[in-house]
């Protein structure tokens, strides 16, 4: 069992910058896939952003390449999102998320088996 917690959100004005946080608590942190996802009312929860902790490799959603910037230290089992230059659109719940043990990478829910409470996002224009 994996365990999330985010932290890091709140309101910023368009243009600006955030940074959230989720620690994990795990003994296999570098073996996996962690992923943030973010979801408005009545949409779909959609992915953001990647990375597969043994190797680094990150991947990001078209609507925020060049923005947005997802990390890691793996000391701290903490993944970040540091998101910039932020517009309205971006405002959302962001989830924080983990695949199983060796889990594979995507940007869609299915792989990912461990999530967030959820941090909330406003960006107001």
């Known amino acids: 069992q994996v365990q999330l917690v985010e932290s890091g959100g709140g309101s910023v004005q368009a243009g600006g910058s955030l940074r959230l946080s989720c620690v994990a608590s795990t003994n296999t942190f570098s073996s996996r896939c962690m992923g943030w996802f973010r979801q408005v009312p009545g949409k779909e929860r959609e992915g953001v952003a990647t990375?597969?902790?043994?190797?680094?490799?990150?991947n990001y959603a078209d609507s925020v390449k060049g923005r947005f910037t997802i990390s890691q230290d793996r000391a701290k089992n903490t993944v970040y999102l540091q998101m910039n230059s932020l517009k309205p659109e971006d405002t959302a719940m962001y989830y924080c998320?983990?695949?199983?043990?060796?889990?594979?990478?995507?940007?869609?829910?299915?792989?990912?088996?461990?999530w967030g409470q959820g941090t909330q996002v406003t960006v107001s224009s």
């Open positions: 998320a983990a695949t199983g043990y060796r889990g594979s990478c995507s940007l869609t829910r299915g792989p990912f088996a461990y």
């Open positions: 990375i597969y902790t043994s190797v680094g490799s990150t």
